[in-house]
């Protein structure tokens, strides 16, 4: 381990020995992904009392509650299923995150450590500065939230990944083996990727199949929505979402502007796209 990195971890060991302990065991959110594998290696070497937990969130990566039940870490199941919420509130969109408050931001112990690293994107490094922070979750329940890796960089989790012989979960290696530290795990289809989850869905096409469906529960359910009144369909809605950029490139395209000739079925671009038949 180099002298650089070493500090990093005697800096992030020194933290989680700080945290009280009074009012019970500290959580360690533990996603699956490489990062929460270094806090809970870390909160191993500190020797702190801890509640690895791991939130369902119903729509991980498969093999994804497998690993963490591997690593013994505690399995809590959502109170609602994602494509249950999307029924009842509609598609989620990078701007609008319902999913994410009722799957994985809701609190669990009152101190939690989190594996948060300022180098993962330009807004979390605008974001977070301190190691520590006070967070508010809703009906106004506050918990502190402790960042051990917050200045690490994917070079240093790599290497104390390899130092410590941490197992990660299975998409991280490719078919020799060789571990990718470049890689993310998240949940599947996730509107915050750079591709807004295009990639995932041609992964796993069955799941915008299913998308699809629940977000025409949600348009027939509640005609009076923004998204029946604008879109119609879910089709439109998803070819929306993914593969335009504002809603007059949207209108452009499924009208077809001047020329009507060469207006895009939304269903079967995505059908072509995706390569699945999309019938609901």
Sequence with gaps: MTEALQKKVDFAIKLLRSIPTDDGPIEVSFSGGKDSEVILE?????GIPYRAIYKNTSIDPP??????????????????????????????????????????????CDRAVQGIRRSESVKRAKRYHEPEVCRTYPNKQKARIYLPILEWTDEDVAQFIAERGIKCHPLYYDEQGNFHVERRLGCIGCPLRSDIGKSDFVKYPKFLKRLIASTQIFIDTHPAAKTAKDYGNAYNRVFRALFCNSTEQYKSLTTGGMFPEIAIDPKKFLEDYFKIDLTI
């Design 42 to 46: 870390l909160a191993k070497m500190a």
């Design 63 to 108: 093999g994804t509650i497998a690993h963490c039940k591997s690593k013994g870490v505690e399995v809590l199941a959502p109170t609602i299923n994602f494509f249950d919420l999307v029924k009842q509130t509609g598609m989620p969109t990078r701007f609008r995150r319902i999913c994410c408050s009722y799957l994985k931001e809701y609190k669990v």
